[in-house]
């Protein structure tokens, strides 16, 4: 089945610093990717639509530039969060959509593990 | 996309049959019903989806109404395993694509 890779899987840094998340489509090609944010007991919630060879689309409230996204290829994209701060710690999530698991008309995703940020 | 209704929280002996209810009374014609789950501190694992006929699959089983308004995701034999948070969400094809979480249902599988 289709597998969506987070890299890495959780990571510390210092306030102020930047920090990359990798999101790979493993066995398929992902010309769209989304990124979710979840703080603890809460649900997921929607950041961004990253699009391959194209700017991402940001959901209401999150700041394109804090949060950079690049989708350079059909199976990678990356989000940056630029000067990082003990607020931005959280579990962000990707997904990409396999058009071969999802027939006309549906729309299913698989979600990477995720990569939890701790900013100190 | 349409809003579904989940029960905060539910319990299920383990080897019980879990019975995970969503209402999405708004529901248009295109719109399929999607259920995740997400075990803590884990990406959500797409179980099943349907559009109108009850569907199965290895992990579940999804009934919906025959007015569509309303949902039941069924995990036949109930293991410690299942314990998470399941969602379920409504939305169209014409959507870009995208999933919007709700609070979903989180299931307790007790022994």
């Known amino acids: 089945g289709a597998v969506v890779s987070q890299h890495p899987s959780w990571v510390i840094c210092k306030s102020g610093t930047s920090v990359k998340i990798e999101c790979r489509s493993l066995d398929f090609q992902a010309t769209t990717m989304f990124w979710y944010r979840q703080f603890p007991k809460q649900s997921l919630m929607l950041m961004a639509t990253s699009n391959e060879g194209s700017k991402a689309t940001y959901e209401q409230g999150v700041e394109k530039d804090k949060f950079l996204i690049n989708h350079a290829s059909l199976t990678l994209s990356t989000l940056t969060v630029t000067s990082a701060h003990p607020e931005d710690s959280s579990f962000y999530i990707c997904?990409?959509?396999?058009?071969?698991?999802?027939?006309?008309?549906?729309?299913?995703?698989?979600f990477g593990a995720g990569s939890r940020l701790t900013v100190l | 996309d349409a809003k579904t209704t989940q029960p905060t929280s539910m319990d299920c002996a383990e080897g019980r049959a879990a019975n995970l209810p969503c209402n999405h009374s708004t529901i248009s014609g295109n719109e399929y019903v999607y259920w995740y789950r997400q075990i803590h501190s884990q990406g959500p694992q797409y179980i099943i989806h349907g559009l109108k006929n009850n569907e199965t699959n290895e992990m579940a089983s999804l009934i919906i109404t025959e007015d569509r308004k309303s949902s039941t995701l069924i995990l036949p034999h109930a293991t410690l395993r299942d314990t998470a948070v399941y969602y379920c969400?409504?939305?169209?094809?014409?959507?870009?694509?995208?999933?919007?979480f709700g609070q979903g249902t989180t299931l307790q599988v007790k022994p």
């Open positions: 969400i409504v939305r169209s094809p014409s959507n870009t694509g995208k999933l919007i």
């Open positions: 997904s990409a959509r396999d058009f071969g698991l999802s027939p006309s008309g549906a729309n299913v995703l698989t």
